[in-house]
């Protein structure tokens, strides 16, 4: 899972690496489309969860016809909640990024650059509702090498389409956001060859309606808070752009180059929770409750310990670590003093999505939901606001940190009290 989640980010820090040598106003544009490029991302994460929780019960209880038929339905709901966003988004682009507070000087690349992304979501959709399929099986190691392969064909096609290189056209953003459609087209050929022939997760007989529906809300039943839970992060860190769009493109590029990083660090934390979903779904089917306490123990602590050592090594190297990816010395130090304010809880924030994925997996996202809208609006946005006052860009990263300690803390409690019932009811149902 690791090797996956680390792909998933190399594969936006490659991007990143390429763009900056293009300029400041096309790096900001990147950072202008992240947080909607997370939004739809989480309702897409939202049926992906979804179907790991359904799929991964029924392959714990030894059903696989009836997995097969998840899959299926599940790829299919992928495909229409794709075409829905990618009809809504090119008709908003322009509006999204004035609303974002994206300049006159950056709007023109930041359209450029999504216009031809959304033409490519049905290719990122189905291959990571396939991939969550292939882990609910117990398999991580298949759809790891799945995004490893989109990262190799991205990392070759990025400077040719780019810069225009060995013969091929110089397409500047429109080059990187085409070679990600090509790339993500191959992992989407690779996941269904796989899921069909090996995995037999791939029905080809047409169900009923009664069928259809009733898969489609077991799924969206646990993927829907999910997903807007998901919707949450970008839609706040929407918010925290418009702040930081008071500071100018600097202070937006290196929030930008800062997010990436942060995710690169936390890669194994985030693998530790995705892997939560398929454990704790097949032992939950099998009814074997002290496997899914003793993992989510085990996993914590852990997360604590890995954000430790994350927040000592950012606090000396992440300087020369930003300058990376820019050559601008205002840049880099705002990206350095992102890193260094954040990582202090990062720990925790693995926490978080450690325990919210169980809690989802158990059938309780509403309570995974709450802590997430929590922690965002009513912890990170009002401290952001109230801090920038003191510390100017600064104090926007102090309500992110505020955000992650406050919400690994309050997830922490939260999901003790929901294994504690689910146990308690299982017992009881048994002795009567």
Not at 143 to 151: D, E, H, Q, R
């Amino acid at each position: 899972m690791m090797l996956g989640i680390i792909s998933m980010v190399a594969f936006n820090l490659i991007d990143a690496y390429f763009i900056g040598q293009l300029g400041e106003n096309e790096l900001a544009a990147i950072s202008f489309t992240f947080p909607v490029v997370m939004l739809i991302f989480s309702i897409i994460q939202g049926v992906g969860i979804g179907a790991v929780s359904v799929i991964a019960k029924s392959i714990g209880q030894g059903n696989i016809n009836k997995a097969a038929r998840e899959t299926t339905d599940a790829l299919l709901l992928g495909v229409i909640v794709s075409g829905f966003f990618i009809i809504v988004g090119i008709l908003t682009l322009e509006p999204t990024f004035r609303l974002l507070g994206a300049s006159d000087e950056v709007l023109p690349f930041a359209t450029e650059y999504l216009n031809i992304w959304y033409y490519a979501l049905f290719f990122v959709t189905v291959p990571f509702v396939g991939n969550s399929a292939i882990r609910a099986t117990g398999d991580s190691i298949t759809p790891s090498l799945i995004m490893l392969f989109a990262v190799i064909i991205n990392a070759i096609l990025d400077p040719l389409l780019i810069f225009g290189h060995w013969g091929f056209p110089e397409l500047g953003l429109s080059g990187a956001a085409i070679a990600t459609a090509i790339s993500r087209a191959m992992t989407m050929v690779l996941s269904l060859w796989i899921l069909y022939k090996r995995e037999k997760l791939i029905s080809l007989q047409i169900p009923s309606l009664k069928v259809l529906m009733g898969c489609w809300k077991a799924i969206l039943q646990v993927g829907i808070p999910s997903g807007v839970s998901k919707m949450i992060v970008p839609i706040t860190q929407g918010v925290l752009t418009v702040m930081l769009s008071a500071y100018g493109e600097k202070a937006i590029a290196g929030f930008g180059i800062g997010t990436r990083i942060e995710f690169l660090v936390s890669s194994l934390l985030f693998a530790l929770a995705a892997s939560t979903g398929p454990f704790t779904g097949q032992n939950y089917g099998a009814q074997k409750f002290e496997r899914i306490e003793k993992a989510v123990k085990i996993s914590n602590s852990f997360s604590i310990l890995w954000g430790t050592v994350i927040f000592i090594l950012l606090w000396f190297i992440a300087k020369p670590f930003a300058s990376l990816f820019t050559d601008d010395p205002i840049i880099a130090q705002t990206t350095a003093n992102f890193l260094r304010i954040t990582s202090f809880f990062y720990g925790l924030q693995g926490v978080l999505s450690i325990t919210n994925t169980n809690m989802n997996t158990l059938n309780k996202p509403l309570l995974a939901f709450m802590v997430i809208v929590i922690q965002m609006f009513f912890i990170c946005i009002p401290v952001a606001y109230g801090s920038r006052q003191y510390f100017d860009e600064n104090g926007i990263f102090i309500g992110i940190a505020a955000a992650y300690g406050v919400g690994g803390i309050a997830s922490y409690f939260t999901d003790k009290y929901v294994f504690r019932q689910i146990v308690y009811n299982y017992k009881s149902s048994i002795n009567t």
